[in-house]
């Protein structure tokens, strides 16, 4: 079950939900509009390997904000940290932001209960499209869960931006 507008400020109130910088204005329907952060990463090179740490560049905006080019992947972050131990999360881009052409999120917008931190957005767009650090981009909603929760524990834990792909952490497949 989704919850509504007043209950994730209900929830945040009452501590069971974690926002940064919380801004009751930023409350929609079902869902909470997180801003852009100033931090932006992308990937060098013509081949990323998986099993081996992908070389980043980053880049922080200034206020004349960053034009982001197709055919490029770039990650940027959420400045707020969000999240729950109570509660999974999804995370969506404003409708704003996706009728320019920026997608922020490909494929993973599950966060998991006790994942709090800032979200790295997975971002591409369809054409050139100058991005500002402290824009709503996207909207981050609040499902109620079944059984017993378990916290994140995962590789991403502790993020304080956006975060390269940790995926060279994982065990390779045989016969690498």
Known sequence: MILTG?????????GRIHISDFDPERLEPNSYGFRLAEDVLWYDGDVIDCFEAPRARA???????????????????????????????????CRSA??????????????H???????????????PVRVYA???????????????????????????SAVASRFSLERPRAGR
Not at 6 to 14: F, Q, T
Not at 116 to 125: C, D, I, Q, R, S
Request: overall charge positive; aromatic content about 12%; glycine content about 14%.
């Open 113 to 127: 209960s006790g994942a709090v931190f800032p979200w790295t957005l997975e971002m591409k767009v369809a054409q």
């Open 59 to 93: 880049t922080t905006m200034g206020p004349d904000g960053m034009v982001l080019r197709p055919g490029r992947l770039y990650l940027g972050g959420t400045m707020e940290a969000m999240g729950s131990p109570h509660y999974a999360a999804t995370l969506y881009a």
């Open 98 to 111: 996706s009728t320019l052409g920026i997608w922020i999120q490909y494929s993973a917008p599950l966060g």
């Open 134 to 160: 402290g824009m709503t981009i996207g909207k981050l909603a609040f499902w109620a869960m079944r059984g017993e929760p378990a916290a994140y524990r995962g590789k991403y834990s502790g993020s304080s």
């Open 6 to 14: 007043p209950e994730i400020r209900a929830e945040v109130e009452a």
